[in-house]
């Protein structure tokens, strides 16, 4: 789905029939759409078209309840149950901070986790040796695999190919020692 302006928080209208409406798309979008929208990086604010009353708090509630119930628990027995006690003690006031940073953390763990394997495609690819287990793999399924009817090796257009032929003895040697010595390294890693 297409956000024509990311840096903004998405508005959705509610209208007195509580359809939601999304003014960037102007069309009629559920909680779960609205939950995707927020899965993927969005901010989002739902505003109530005749009040102007904020009700994004009430709907990310409302998500949340209904992935609850849906069996879908991310939030413990515990964490409930504390959230339920906070609302009705004076560290009310401590518990909306320390959430606040609690994801904070989370959020800034998973960036940089995600920045160390963004500039991997496959963390695997980095590992010496990789490019030629890669090849040796490939070019034991088309030995093994070769002979089914159906099957079509990685890159191939169709069974006739040259290059889908089963490999000679003098191959599969080859790949043999180069496996031998891939788990020699690695062992040594």
Known sequence: MAHANT????LIKRYASRRLYNTE????VTLEDIAGFIRAGREVQIVDLKSGDDLTRQYLLQIVAEHESKGENVLPINVLTDLVRSYTTEVQSVVPQFLA???EMLRDGQSKMLENFGSFPNPMA???????MRK???????????GLPGWVGSGSSGPDREDDKPASQDELDQIKKQLA?????????
């Open 136 to 146: 040796q793999q490939e070019a034991f399924m088309k030995t093994v695999m070769g």
């Open 7 to 10: 840096d903004k928080p998405l």
């Open 126 to 132: 980095s590992m010496p040796g990789f490019d030629a």
């Open 25 to 28: 798309t102007s069309d009629y």
């Open 181 to 189: 010595e891939l788990q020699s390294k690695l062992s040594k890693l």
């Open 101 to 103: 940073a609690s994801f």
